[in-house]
Nanobody, 116 residues
Framework: QVQLVESGGGLVQAGGSLRLSCASS????????MGWYRQPPGKRRELVAQ???????YYADSVKGRFTISRDNAKNTVNLQMNSLKPEDTAVYYC??????????WGQGTQVTVSA
């Protein structure tokens, strides 16, 4: 069973940067897309950024111009570079793999806290 493991979360001041990484225990080459979701306290999980195996990258309006998603098929990793962080970016961030007809894969989540 392929597993996704996130790393790179932590506490940062507003305006700072963090880089999240998601490592897959198996090949990500065949996945339709890889993405990052987040769940702020008391709110629903939301899609932040998604990078398909081919096609246009998606960013939520709230992170456009600040976050960058990248994918390395050779290393089976997906990264999320987060710049100009705001307190409203505080959430648990989850890595996701869309495998088409098979159930999505999810990581365990990593906490990102942005202080004012």
């Amino acid at each position: 069973q392929v597993q996704l493991v996130e790393s790179g979360g932590g506490l940062v001041q507003a305006g700072g940067s963090l880089r999240l990484s998601c490592a897959s225990s198996g090949s990500i080459f065949s996945f339709n897309s890889m993405g990052w979701y987040r769940q702020p306290p008391g709110k629903r999980r939301e899609l932040v950024a998604q990078i398909p195996s081919g096609g246009r990258v998606y960013y939520a309006d709230s992170v456009k111009g600040r976050f960058t998603i990248s994918r390395d098929n050779a290393k089976n990793t997906v990264n999320l570079q987060m710049n100009s962080l705001k307190p409203e970016d505080t959430a648990v961030y989850y890595c996701n793999a869309d495998r088409g007809p098979r159930p999505d894969l999810w990581g365990q989540g990593t906490q990102v806290t942005v202080s004012a």
